[in-house]
């Protein structure tokens, strides 16, 4: 009896195994040139918008940095002139080389002007004029326990402060009064909603904001939203793309509509980056180009390991402790 039951268990694991699927692409393309060089060490963390190694050099759209953080500090932006902004997660925010003491434990900042915004780990957001160190403005929000890490940073746009919260919210303050003037709840309801991608594209003036769950434009004229499952999301100019869940490439305009895409059967897209064509990282050591217009696309062998972090940050993909530069 007792050999029927170890006999079944295995049958039964093995049965959940062979049942799983994974993307096979029917054509793998050698057809590229991809310089792969060796980072001083693996990624420690990550934001959207760039990593910290784990000998605390940074990873941003500078490349990587020559000088390292002083440890304990991850980083989260960079200022207008270039300086670094980082985080203890305790105490302590690091711009440039100075150090400043925070009443909680940041999970996103920005400066501009002199302002300083930033998010808390417990969802306050604070405006904070640089110059006396005095609060602006302040709000205390309901706490969200579970967050994607990709923690999406204020956003100064002209006379607005953009603050994306960890509960599906963007709060829009004045830079004028220092006063909230709009709520914008992009996704309230689902678990995991906090804002991961808050982009501008310039020409429509259209803000748009992403949880993984939710896209929302926000135009002067209008605000509109779409549900996906997102496992990415890039703006490039006048377009949005994005991955889903289920392996779907999608080209989107400003306001969301649905201009191509392009359906990977079982694929895991791990990061998206543009140079000019879209490029999706896949799980099984895959990597798919497809054309700006979306009618032509390629699939090329990309080994990595996928249990390690990875970032794509302009045309380089950054992985383990390597990256590529893409063509």
Same mark, same amino acid.
């Given at each position: 009896?007792?050999?029927?039951?170890?006999?079944?268990?295995?049958?039964?694991?093995?049965?959940?195994? /062979?049942?799983?699927?994974?993307?096979?692409?029917?054509?793998?393309?050698?057809?590229?040139?991809?310089?792969?060089?060796?980072?001083?060490?693996?990624?420690? /963390?990550?934001?959207?918008?760039?990593?910290?190694?784990? %000998?605390?050099?940074?990873?941003?759209?500078?490349?990587? /940095?020559?000088?390292?953080?002083?440890?304990?500090?991850?980083?989260?932006?960079?200022?207008?002139?270039?300086?670094?902004?980082?985080?203890?997660?305790?105490?302590?925010?690091?711009?440039?080389?100075?150090?400043?003491?925070?009443?909680?434990?940041?999970?996103?900042?920005?400066?501009?002007?002199?302002?300083?915004?930033?998010?808390?780990?417990?969802?306050?957001?604070?405006?904070?004029?640089?110059? =006396? %160190?005095?609060?602006?403005?302040?709000?205390?929000?309901?706490?969200?326990?579970?967050?994607?890490?990709?923690?999406?940073?204020?956003?100064?746009?002209? =006379?607005?402060?953009?603050?994306?919260?960890?509960?599906?919210?963007?709060?829009?303050?004045?830079?004028?009064?220092?006063?909230?003037?709009?709520?914008?709840?992009?996704?309230?309801?689902?678990?995991?909603? =906090?804002?991961?991608?808050?982009?501008?594209?310039?020409?429509?003036?259209?803000?748009?904001?992403?949880?993984?769950?939710?896209?929302?434009?926000?135009?002067?004229?209008?605000?509109?939203?779409?549900?996906?499952?997102?496992?990415?999301?890039?703006?490039?100019?006048?377009?949005?793309?994005?991955?889903?869940?289920?392996?779907?490439?999608?080209?989107?305009?400003?306001?969301?509509?649905?201009?191509?895409?392009?359906?990977?059967?079982?694929?895991?897209?791990?990061?998206?980056?543009?140079?000019?064509?879209?490029?999706?990282?896949?799980?099984?050591?895959?990597?798919?180009?497809?054309?700006? %217009?979306?009618?032509?696309?390629?699939?090329?062998?990309?080994?990595?390991?996928?249990?390690?972090?990875?970032?794509?940050?302009?045309?380089?993909?950054?992985?383990?402790?390597?990256?590529?530069?893409?063509?």
């Amino acid at each position: 009896m007792k050999h029927l039951l170890i006999s079944l268990s295995a049958l039964l694991l093995f049965t959940a195994c /062979s049942s799983k699927k994974y993307y096979e692409p029917e054509d793998v393309s050698s057809n590229i040139e991809l310089n792969k060089e060796s980072m001083s060490s693996s990624i420690k /963390s990550m934001n959207k918008i760039g990593a910290t190694l784990e %000998d605390n050099r940074i990873i941003t759209k500078n490349g990587i /940095s020559e000088f390292e953080l002083p440890e304990g500090f991850d980083f989260i932006n960079l200022t207008d002139d270039g300086k670094i902004i980082a985080t203890n997660y305790i105490d302590k925010l690091l711009i440039g080389n100075q150090e400043k003491k925070v009443k909680d434990v940041v999970v996103a900042a920005t400066i501009k002007n002199g302002k300083l915004a930033v998010v808390y780990s417990n969802n306050t957001i604070e405006l904070i004029d640089m110059n =006396n %160190d005095k609060t602006l403005f302040k709000e205390y929000l309901p706490i969200s326990l579970a967050n994607d890490t990709r923690i999406a940073n204020p956003y100064f746009m002209g =006379n607005l402060i953009l603050f994306p919260t960890l509960n599906g919210k963007v709060i829009i303050v004045s830079a004028l009064n220092n006063e909230s003037v709009k709520n914008i709840a992009v996704d309230p309801d689902n678990e995991f909603n =906090n804002i991961i991608s808050l982009n501008v594209i310039e020409s429509s003036q259209t803000l748009i904001v992403a949880t993984p769950n939710k896209i929302v434009s926000i135009s002067p004229k209008e605000v509109l939203s779409k549900e996906y499952d997102l496992r990415d999301i890039i703006v490039n100019k006048e377009n949005v793309y994005i991955a889903t869940i289920d392996g779907q490439l999608i080209k989107l305009t400003a306001n969301l509509e649905e201009v191509a895409k392009k359906k990977y059967k079982y694929a895991k897209i791990h990061a998206l980056a543009f140079t000019d064509s879209l490029y999706a990282v896949e799980s099984q050591g895959f990597l798919i180009n497809v054309s700006s %217009d979306f009618k032509q696309d390629a699939v090329y062998d990309f080994s990595f390991d996928n249990e390690e972090r990875m970032i794509a940050i302009g045309n380089r993909i950054y992985y383990n402790s390597k990256y590529i530069t893409l063509p």
